[in-house]
């Protein structure tokens, strides 16, 4: 009797294991959660005409990738190309009205839970056990503390996160099966290059995982993971070209990624400047000299053009910078905080945030004392991705791409004995990893 409630006992719990593993599951909760979110918010009332938004109302009515800063403000490369794409797309079917903020603002929402829904596959490519991308997945999914940056889809922060979260899934199985062929290293290469064209703040995950996987498999492998890692250089080059003759003609010059930086870099740095952008908001100071506002300053971009007006508003910075260092330093370092821990406007919000990415170095630190080799590509991650947040005014939108991967670390670290359980491969992986390596 006592083998059979036993029995019993262990079905269920397996049941249940298998339900927490699934990937559906994992995305049923949290696109629910986050519908639930946009109906009590009714965020769908108020439409941020962002610079995003009327980027792709203008392709939506125009056809032209245009009018970043408002109407007749000219071609524009102060946005990244395929979110805006994406989005037009929706507001040619629903319109640019209240039904067509609710089309986006559902879309964003499935992205993001599409992102937390991946969690047990990249757990798994990791080689820990998919229950622990599952829970994490859940946690992420129920608890979206910086849900603004999920569901308003006003932004591409989102989709961002979640093409982070396909190029760490696609890098981890090459990585953990060494598999350095050619196909993987186009597959590679392909997610690094739209991930770029959507967000070219993954830039620097991008190089420094391609460093990181040179010293890791330098001693076994070199020759195929250098000619992986040149394909993959190519692939991503070959996405951006397109981007890049397009702004060469609509822009006179070759830019492959955003226009913005100088302009962003110039906000950021001066005499009254703020580290964060809800204190400049607050100031007035962003409205005065962003001419998402200002009409001075988008007059200024029309009779410039948009490169050179980027072009003297960095030169601008880089004058200030030069020449009032401590306060430069004074301002990164308050950046720096306010990108791990940052300002909200509801304290739980920010409490969970800063659990989040306490949790998140923990969990680093615990994954890199189990010497799983996937713990390097979050390492360089987390400290690679924020660097070019620390140069420009802090907004809590900018963490939301690595939010998903602060979460599962976090859950990591308080996995049972400290996450070396759930550090141990499964038995699929630890065949073909020893397969891959000719042990067998």
């Given at each position: 009797?006592?083998?059979?409630?036993?029995?019993?006992?262990?079905?269920?719990r397996e049941q249940?294991q298998?339900?927490?593993r699934?990937?559906?599951f994992?995305l049923a909760?949290?696109?629910c959660?986050r519908?639930?979110?946009?109906?009590?918010?009714?965020?769908?009332?108020?439409i941020?005409?962002?610079?995003?938004?009327?980027?792709?109302?203008s392709?939506?009515?125009?056809g032209?990738f245009?009018?970043?800063?408002?109407?007749?403000t000219g071609?524009?490369?102060h946005?990244?190309?395929?979110?805006?794409?994406?989005?037009?797309?929706?507001f040619r079917?629903?319109?640019?009205?209240?039904a067509?903020?609710?089309?986006?603002e559902?879309?964003?929402?499935?992205?993001?839970?599409?992102?937390y829904?991946?969690?047990?596959?990249l757990?798994?490519?990791?080689?820990?056990?998919?229950?622990l991308?599952g829970?994490?997945?859940?946690?992420?999914?129920?608890?979206?503390?910086?849900?603004?940056?999920e569901?308003?889809?006003?932004?591409?922060?989102?989709?961002?996160?979640?093409?982070?979260?396909i190029?760490?899934?696609a890098?981890?199985?090459?990585?953990r099966?060494?598999?350095f062929s050619?196909?993987?290293?186009?597959?590679?290469?392909m997610?690094?290059?739209?991930?770029?064209?959507?967000?070219?703040?993954?830039?620097?995950v991008?190089?420094?995982?391609?460093?990181?996987?040179?010293?890791?498999f330098?001693?076994?492998?070199?020759r195929?993971?250098?000619?992986?890692?040149?394909?993959v250089?190519?692939?991503t080059?070959?996405?951006?070209?397109p981007?890049?003759?397009?702004?060469?003609?609509a822009?006179?010059?070759?830019?492959w990624?955003?226009?913005?930086?100088?302009?962003?870099l110039?906000?950021s740095?001066?005499?009254?400047?703020?580290?964060?952008w809800?204190?400049?908001?607050?100031?007035?100071?962003f409205?005065s000299?962003?001419?998402?506002?200002?009409?001075?300053e988008?007059?200024e971009?029309?009779?410039?053009g948009e490169l050179a007006y980027?072009?003297?508003?960095?030169?601008?910075?880089?004058r200030?910078i030069?020449?009032?260092p401590?306060?430069?330093?004074h301002l990164?370092?308050d950046?720096?905080?306010?990108?791990?821990?940052p300002?909200m406007?509801?304290?739980?919000?920010w409490a969970?945030m800063a659990?989040?990415?306490?949790g998140?170095?923990?969990?680093?630190?615990?994954?890199l004392?189990?010497?799983?080799?996937?713990?390097?590509?979050?390492?360089?991650?987390l400290?690679s991705?924020?660097?070019?947040?620390y140069?420009v005014?802090?907004f809590?939108?900018?963490?939301?791409?690595?939010?998903?991967?602060?979460?599962?670390?976090t859950?990591?670290a308080?996995?049972?004995?400290?996450g070396?359980?759930?550090?141990?491969p499964?038995?699929?992986?630890r065949?073909?990893y020893?397969t891959?390596r000719?042990?067998r």
């Amino acid at each position: 009797m006592t083998n059979t409630i036993q029995m019993q006992v262990e079905a269920r719990r397996e049941q249940l294991q298998r339900v927490l593993r699934s990937p559906f599951f994992v995305l049923a909760i949290s696109f629910c959660v986050r519908l639930a979110i946009i109906l009590m918010t009714k965020s769908y009332l108020q439409i941020e005409h962002t610079e995003i938004v009327r980027v792709a109302t203008s392709l939506a009515r125009h056809g032209g990738f245009a009018d970043a800063f408002g109407p007749h403000t000219g071609p524009t490369a102060h946005v990244s190309p395929i979110y805006p794409l994406l989005l037009s797309g929706i507001f040619r079917v629903f319109g640019t009205g209240a039904a067509g903020e609710i089309a986006q603002e559902v879309f964003s929402s499935l992205i993001a839970s599409l992102t937390y829904a991946g969690l047990p596959l990249l757990s798994a490519a990791a080689g820990f056990d998919p229950l622990l991308g599952g829970v994490a997945g859940i946690l992420g999914g129920m608890l979206p503390a910086n849900y603004w940056s999920e569901t308003k889809g006003s932004f591409e922060a989102a989709l961002a996160g979640f093409m982070l979260m396909i190029f760490c899934l696609a890098t981890l199985r090459s990585w953990r099966s060494q598999n350095f062929s050619v196909s993987s290293a186009v597959a590679v290469g392909m997610i690094s290059g739209i991930a770029l064209l959507i967000s070219p703040s993954l830039a620097p995950v991008v190089v420094t995982s391609l460093v990181a996987g040179f010293a890791l498999f330098a001693r076994t492998v070199a020759r195929q993971y250098i000619r992986f890692a040149l394909i993959v250089t190519v692939c991503t080059v070959l996405c951006l070209t397109p981007w890049t003759i397009r702004n060469k003609i609509a822009l006179g010059g070759a830019l492959w990624s955003r226009s913005g930086f100088g302009l962003e870099l110039s906000i950021s740095n001066n005499d009254v400047a703020a580290a964060n952008w809800l204190d400049n908001i607050d100031s007035g100071w962003f409205q005065s000299s962003h001419p998402y506002y200002s009409r001075v300053e988008r007059e200024e971009v029309r009779g410039m053009g948009e490169l050179a007006y980027n072009q003297a508003k960095m030169k601008e910075a880089i004058r200030w910078i030069a020449t009032h260092p401590a306060h430069f330093t004074h301002l990164c370092l308050d950046r720096m905080y306010y990108f791990w821990f940052p300002k909200m406007r509801r304290p739980i919000q920010w409490a969970l945030m800063a659990v989040f990415a306490c949790g998140g170095f923990v969990g680093v630190i615990q994954m890199l004392r189990s010497h799983n080799r996937s713990a390097w590509l979050f390492l360089v991650t987390l400290i690679s991705y924020p660097a070019v947040y620390y140069l420009v005014e802090s907004f809590a939108r900018y963490r939301s791409p690595i939010d998903w991967m602060l979460v599962f670390l976090t859950v990591f670290a308080v996995w049972p004995i400290g996450g070396r359980q759930a550090a141990k491969p499964t038995s699929a992986y630890r065949e073909a990893y020893v397969t891959a390596r000719g042990d067998r």
